[in-house]
């Protein structure tokens, strides 16, 4: 069992990228994913998260209006699109899966990380001129 991410990259200000997490070994019909990010020497912070079945989302106020989060569930993925990224974006970004369909809300937090049941390695994001 594993979730993975990928997408990260360098871009400009401005510009937008869209990460993926794949999950194997479960189904994200029963799990539910959120986004961290972590920038070295600060706390991580959850960006982004969505309940397993009808996938009612949260979204960080830093990056609202800007991220927008969505399932594929032919592919068992979830993607978190970042668009007008700004410097500030720039961090490790993390998926997690989380079993269950009420635990993504506005309680939802960074301090959830340990709570999640199946943690990815990372890709980096860099927003630079």
């Known amino acids: 069992i594993q979730v993975a991410e990928s997408g990260g990259g360098l871009v400009q200000p401005g510009g937008s990228l869209r990460l993926s997490c794949v999950a194997s070994?479960?189904?994200?019909?029963?799990?539910?994913i959120g986004w961290f990010r972590q920038v070295p020497g600060k706390g991580r912070e959850g960006v982004s998260c969505?309940?397993?079945?009808?996938?009612?989302?949260y979204y960080a106020d830093s990056v609202k209006g800007r991220f927008s989060i969505s399932k594929d569930k032919a592919k068992n993925t979830v993607h978190l699109q970042l668009d007008d990224l700004k410097p500030e974006d720039t961090a490790e970004y993390y998926c997690?899966?989380?079993?269950?369909?009420?635990?993504?809300?506005?309680?939802?937090?960074?301090?959830?990380?340990?709570?999640?049941?199946?943690r990815g390695k990372g890709t980096p994001v860099t927003v630079a001129s």
């Open positions: 997690a899966a989380r079993f269950g369909f009420v635990w993504c809300d506005s309680n939802w937090s960074g301090n959830s990380w340990p709570g999640m049941d199946y």
């Open positions: 070994g479960i189904s994200l019909d029963y799990y539910g």
């Open positions: 969505m309940n397993a079945g009808d996938g009612a989302s």
